[in-house]
């Protein structure tokens, strides 16, 4: 493996086959980004938290960022497009269900999709993003379905500041505001991390950095989750996305980015090499060919008003 970047203890604890499989993952390994290809399935449309970095209600054929789709798929659908790709796609190595919305506020859908895949392909690797927010509800299962690779969003460790990164948390069908709703999210991240950890996923977790909201803070975050057990982390630019809270946020400084990184890479691996992509992303990270393959991108097509090929996708859930 060439990760390039701090070593981690927690590695030694991990077996053979996941490294192994670790190498064939282009979000993972420097290396393999320029090899192996992904699949992202965007079978996740409901989100139960509310970033201020984030709008889900758009998709363009010129923008590439997380949580955005030209479609949601069934998983049946999410199988056959599968079978559909790896037949065309050299180096498909990994699945990987990001969105648009979070992953385990669908776990129905999710689960079922990974099963589904796995009766026609045994060899691929399993990949989950999620907030983390019911991580203790559906760790063990995760464990169970034998996905190795999980990333969670960890932006902050202080529910103050994570009062000014997101608007609400819906949890058990109550929503939170504030510092309250970030304090939920931050302990179920933190013990869902744990669990997953000493159960050998890797776990990666993703870090969006904000000027003035929790930039001098990640060094903690990092320090934190490593004692977790998180096997790298990615610190990552905030893009700021139209109609978001932080709409009018200057993107992340690429130099001051790239010292933060430096900083916590002292501490632990760093990923440098992340491209933010898409929900549902096909290829190798540098070269995306989701529209290659996409059914609904051929039908949809209304003006955004920018680049005029902007196409409104339904989301269901939380804003």
């Known amino acids: 493996m060439n990760f390039n970047c701090a070593s981690n203890s927690h590695a030694t604890q991990v077996e053979a086959g996941t490294l192994e499989m670790t190498d064939r993952h282009p979000c993972y390994s420097f290396k393999a980004h320029r090899t192996y290809a992904r699949m992202h399935l965007p079978v996740a449309p409901r989100c139960n938290i509310s970033c201020n ?46 969105g648009p919305g979070d992953a385990l506020a669908n776990w129905g859908s999710v689960s079922r999709t990974i099963k589904l895949i796995k009766e026609v392909d045994r ?19 995760i464990v169970q379905l034998g996905v190795k690779h999980v990333t969670v969003t960890v932006n902050c460790i202080e529910p103050d500041t994570g009062s000014l990164i997101y608007k609400h948390v819906n949890y ?73 809270a932080f709409e009018n946020f200057a993107p992340t400084d690429v130099a001051e980015l790239n010292r933060m990184r430096d900083i916590c890479g002292q501490d632990m691996r760093q990923m440098r090499h992340c ?8 290829g190798l990270l540098d070269e995306d060919r989701s529209r290659e393959f996409s059914t609904a991108g051929k039908k949809l097509n209304t003006n955004c008003g920018g680049c005029g090929q902007e196409q409104k996708v339904a989301m269901g859930g939380v804003r």
């Open 172 to 244: 058990q069908g109550r929503v939170y505001r504030g510092a309250a709703g970030a304090a939920i999210l931050l302990q179920n991240q933190q013990k869902g991390i744990e669990f997953l950890a000493r159960q050998g996923v890797l776990v990666k977790i993703n870090i969006v950095m904000v000027k003035g909201i929790n930039d001098e803070r990640i060094p903690e975050v990092v320090r934190l989750v490593k004692g977790l057990g998180a096997f790298i982390t990615n610190i990552m630019p905030l893009v700021p996305a139209p109609g978001s």
């Open 275 to 282: 491209k933010q992509c898409r929900a549902d992303a096909i």
């Open 123 to 141: 060899e691929v690797i399993f990949c989950l993003s999620t907030n983390g927010l019911r991580l203790p509800d559906y760790a063990r299962e």
């Open 53 to 98: 970095y984030c709008n889900r209600k758009y998709d363009c054929v010129n923008e590439s960022r997380p949580g955005v789709t030209s479609e949601v798929l069934t998983p049946e659908a999410a199988r056959d497009k599968y079978l559909l790709v790896r037949d065309k796609v050299a180096n498909l190595s990994v699945v990987g269900i990001a």
